[in-house]
């Protein structure tokens, strides 16, 4: 039986990430305004997480479909035994399970989402109405919003490419309205673009909230993916991590000009040479790297969790509330919480935990 290729780097590189994602938000809720992390992980480094997540994922949905354009080559390495019709039963497949996760979490989250209705100030009709318009054009709680717009993106970039799109074509096409995402998202840059992109976004953020969804953002990354997935050779190493830190200098540069917290337009080529670079390390199986596989998930999807359990015991919380106490009760039960669901979903008795990821 051949042995499962293993994508190690990618595995560590999602862990990563997810922690930043993680940071960010936990920054954003208890960190004070001034403080300098809120630049350096929650409008640098956190916005190369979601677009390496959807760069990942689509790397790894389009690989699992046969490439008919190049199914003669014997040595390209792809199965033939697909065909259109297998391409979108595989992506339908997928998509559908990306939605069941989202509903899943967002019934997950329900003791929160009444936990702040009862806190709040909105009637019951207002809480209601909010609620289920964040549940179709956003999300319901801050990190999932990234599932709709992973769904829709597979989606979008399947249909372009079986329509005959060519891959540069796809990169094209989504790359315009990734620029256009980010210019709308950023007043920084809407209020220098032409009146009618401003009035497009008067009219657009009160409808769909953000520009961070599968049309303007997830489509792009997955279309890269797509190319990662296609491609047969690989970038030299140098140059791989040469490319890393100069795309990651001038994302520092624009994020902190342009203070943009959400779209990041040299996040594209930071996100870029960092899965070209951690995916020259792939091997065999790995039961480590599958355990850092999922725990990179549970770690994206509960962490909003921990910041309402700190909350709700911080009057019992010996420790001085420093940035660095905050982050260790917050981060540490965390990545524990994460590593033993992880653990206790590979044996049978617990296997339904992994249907949650």
């Not at 997810?18 to 305004?33: C, E, G, K, S, T």
């Not at 979108?88 to 209705?117: E, F, H, M, Q, T």
């Not at 956003?138 to 990190?143: L, P, R």
């Not at 210019?183 to 009618?196: E, G, L, R, S, V």
């Amino acid at each position: 039986m051949k042995e499962k290729k293993q994508y190690c780097g990618l595995d560590l590189l999602k862990f990563v990430m997810a922690l930043l994602v993680a940071a960010r938000h936990m920054i954003q809720v208890f960190y004070p305004a001034e403080s300098r992390w809120r630049l350096v992980i929650g409008s640098w480094l956190s916005n190369l997480a979601v677009p390496i997540f959807f760069i990942i994922a689509g790397f790894l949905l389009f690989r699992k479909i046969p490439d008919s354009r190049r199914c003669k080559d014997a040595d390209a390495g792809y199965s033939c035994s697909g065909n259109k019709a297998g391409g979108w039963s595989v992506v339908w497949r997928y998509a559908w399970r990306i939605v069941k996760l989202y509903l899943i979490w967002c019934v997950i989250y329900w003791p929160i989402d009444i936990y702040n209705w009862y806190h709040g100030t909105a009637t019951i009709a207002e809480t209601v109405k909010a609620y289920i318009h964040s549940f179709f054009v956003s999300s319901t709680i801050a990190q999932l919003w990234y599932l709709p717009a992973l769904a829709l993106a597979c989606l979008i970039v399947w249909t372009g490419y079986r329509v005959g799109l060519k891959i540069w074509m796809l990169l094209i096409l989504t790359g315009a309205l990734f620029v256009f995402g980010c210019i709308c998202d950023n007043w920084y840059f809407t209020q220098q673009a032409p009146m009618k992109i401003q009035e497009f976004v008067w009219w657009y953020a009160p409808k769909f909230v953000t520009m961070r969804n599968g049309l303007f953002y997830g489509s792009f990354y997955l279309a890269l993916g797509l190319w990662f997935s296609r491609k047969t050779w690989r970038m030299p190493l140098l140059l791989a991590l040469a490319g890393s830190l100069v795309s990651l200098a001038l994302m520092y540069k624009e994020v902190s000009t342009c203070f943009n917290t959400n779209m990041v337009f040299s996040a594209a080529p930071a996100a870029f040479f960092l899965t070209e670079l951690f995916m020259r390390a792939e091997g065999g199986y790995s039961r480590f790297f599958v355990t850092l596989r999922k725990m990179s998930e549970w770690v994206y999807f509960s962490h909003f969790y921990f910041f309402y359990f700190f909350s709700w015991t911080v009057k019992w919380n010996p420790l001085p509330l420093t940035e660095k106490n905050i982050a260790l009760c917050v981060l540490v039960p965390m990545i524990l919480f994460a590593w033993i669901v992880s653990v206790l979903s590979e044996r049978e008795r617990f296997s339904w935990l992994g249907k949650l990821i």
